[in-house]
């Protein structure tokens, strides 16, 4: 048995002190911390936190040799107890890593927990320290009956995220397991039946699309939400997520429309219970066995996380959360994201899903312009292929998804299974759209198929940020700042850069991009003033004509199977 004690040594410093203790250890025990956590794709150093491991057997110190950036080894003396302790540093408020302070506490095992080399297979038991008064724990790890909880394996410990803290707790059954939610910091005005109600609608047809009448494939299931000033994520685990939101984003008592931010909470709250069954369980071969030392390179985050992404506003509306008109809305915010990048002429999503390492989570001023997300394309990817198997009439991506999970017993797939379930929902092989929509990098051809399910598709005015192919912010006191310059567009062949501050246009001070349409016509040449490393510079901008916005919305009166589709898809 390997043991981890977890102590809250001193949350004014943030620190977690930890207790490995390890039964029978080799003669020369290998010991190290994860580089990265899964479901996030960067290597993030977790070590870089850990300091003062020491080691002692039979109550005397052994000595430590660190390997490299993040593993240690152990001469041990015979085969008694060996007992490792340490310090870890715990300020980061994400989802991904640990956190400590007077208030809460929040830890992923690859941020605490040291793997020992050769015994990751046996049984790991986690024990927490004692706790401020009135703390509570959340956490979907097994109780153990000798105290503290216990996993089946390292691989199971590290993907249970444990909370600490006081917490608003509710709970829901949902496909005959339950379910728990635990809410830290939110308002006084927090509806917290009303998160209960519409998370368990979507748990409920979750279940039902994958299982039918079927249990589902955990015993139980936490979700762990910090509700924060300003701040937005999740991170997917095998019987539980850990999210952060904005506060105002909870619902309201009293609130009965649901608010933009709430249907986007709903939304992440969708996305990552799917992928209890798009990548924790279904997963990519490559993911069979996580290497924690190094990143795990796969193209297919295009399906797992871009096909997650579409089903997870899809499921909102499949709950009754919102309706076909606030669905198609949300669709066409993801299609004006996809084609407001000129990266996704440069980049394919199979390429970008590889990439993810070095290109998705280290966003810079030319990410828009160099690369596309693959959750943003891969969901119009998933997009294009319901409505292409729809249209053949033979099946759907439902029915594609259902058979994948039988076909490989929720386990390991690659691109080879993908295209056959594909395929088999076609009545013919899909090669030539996975080729063209997966590994290159034309645009879908999107309005076609939604015409033919019953959906039509029409074009806003260009705003001044299209027109110009800018993405700025705007505040009254610092005015309006370029974060970023879009590829081939007016203000790229002007020479303005990422970084300029815009001060004015024509002789006229602007705090708002919008203010250059009172100065002068679409097209018009004007003079900006502009600020650049404590310089100011004139430059002659042209603004373009580009197309604006794509709108979405339900054919009134379609053809008789444009409507039958459409109904099928979306219901009545």
């Not at 009134?556 to 459409?566: E, I």
């Amino acid at each position: 048995m390997i043991e981890y004690r977890i102590d809250l040594a001193d949350p004014a410093a943030h620190l977690f002190r930890v207790t490995l203790t390890v039964a029978r250890p080799a003669a020369s025990l290998i010991v190290s911390l994860p580089v990265w956590i899964p479901g996030s794709y960067l290597v993030r150093e977790f070590a870089r936190h850990l300091s003062g491991l020491a080691a002692r057997q039979g109550g005397r110190a052994v000595g430590v040799e660190q390997l490299d950036k993040a593993s240690w080894r152990v001469d041990c003396r015979g085969a008694s107890t060996l007992t490792l302790a340490y310090d870890v540093y715990a300020f980061d408020p994400s989802v991904r890593a640990a956190w400590l302070d007077a208030r809460r506490a929040f830890f992923n095992g690859t941020s605490l927990c040291l793997r020992v080399h050769g015994r990751e297979d046996e049984p790991q038991r986690l024990r927490l320290g004692p706790l401020p008064r009135g703390w509570q724990v959340a956490t979907a790890l097994r109780g153990s009956a000798r105290g503290g909880y216990e996993a089946a394996d390292y691989d199971e410990l590290v993907d249970h995220p444990v909370a600490l803290g006081t917490f608003w707790r509710g709970s829901f059954t949902a496909g005959g397991v339950a379910h728990e939610f635990v809410v830290e910091g939110a308002l006084p005005s927090f509806d917290g039946a009303r998160l209960l109600a519409d998370a368990k609608r979507i748990c409920d047809a979750q279940i039902a699309f994958w299982h039918g009448r079927k249990a589902p494939p955990f015993e139980r299931y936490v979700f762990m939400l910090n509700a924060v000033d300003d701040g937005y994520g999740g991170l997917e685990h095998r019987a539980s997520t850990a999210l952060v939101a904005s506060r105002r984003d909870l619902p309201r008592r009293g609130q009965a429309a649901a608010s933009d931010g709430y249907v986007t909470l709903l939304g992440l709250v969708s996305h990552e219970y799917f992928h209890a069954w798009n990548v924790k369980r279904l997963r990519p071969a490559e993911f069979a066995r996580y290497d924690y030392t190094r990143e795990n390179y796969t193209r297919l985050l295009w399906f797992f996380e871009g096909f997650t992404s579409y089903y997870d506003d899809i499921f909102l509306l499949r709950a009754g959360v919102i309706d076909v008109p606030r669905y198609l809305k949300l669709l066409a915010k993801s299609i004006n994201g996809v084609l407001g990048a000129p990266g996704r002429k440069v980049q394919s999503v199979a390429q970008a899903s590889f990439d993810a390492w070095v290109k998705y989570y280290r966003s810079d001023e030319n990410t828009p312009n160099a690369t596309i997300s693959y959750y943003a394309k891969g969901a119009l990817v998933a997009l294009a292929f319901d409505l292409t198997l729809r249209a053949a009439g033979k099946g759907s991506l439902d029915a594609a998804l259902r058979a994948l999970w039988k076909a490989s017993d929720g386990g390991p797939i690659d691109e080879g299974d993908i295209a056959r379930a594909l395929a088999a929902g076609a009545g013919r092989p899909l090669d030539a759209e996975l080729a063209a929509w997966v590994h290159g990098t034309d645009d879908l051809p999107l309005q076609a198929l939604l015409a033919k399910a019953g959906v039509q598709w029409a074009a806003e005015p260009a705003t001044q940020a299209q027109r110009l192919g800018l993405r700025v912010s705007e505040s009254a006191l610092a005015g309006v700042q370029i974060k970023h310059v879009l590829r081939g567009g007016a203000a790229e062949r002007a020479g303005v850069a990422a970084g300029d501050e815009l001060l004015a246009v024509g002789g006229w001070r602007v705090r708002r991009l919008d203010d250059i349409a009172l100065l002068g016509d679409a097209g018009d040449e004007l003079d900006w003033l502009v600020a650049r490393d404590q310089r100011l510079l004139t430059l002659r901008v042209r603004s373009g004509d580009d197309a604006g916005a794509v709108v979405l919305a339900a054919a009134d009166t379609p053809a008789r199977d444009a409507l039958a589709r459409r109904r099928a898809w979306l219901g009545s």
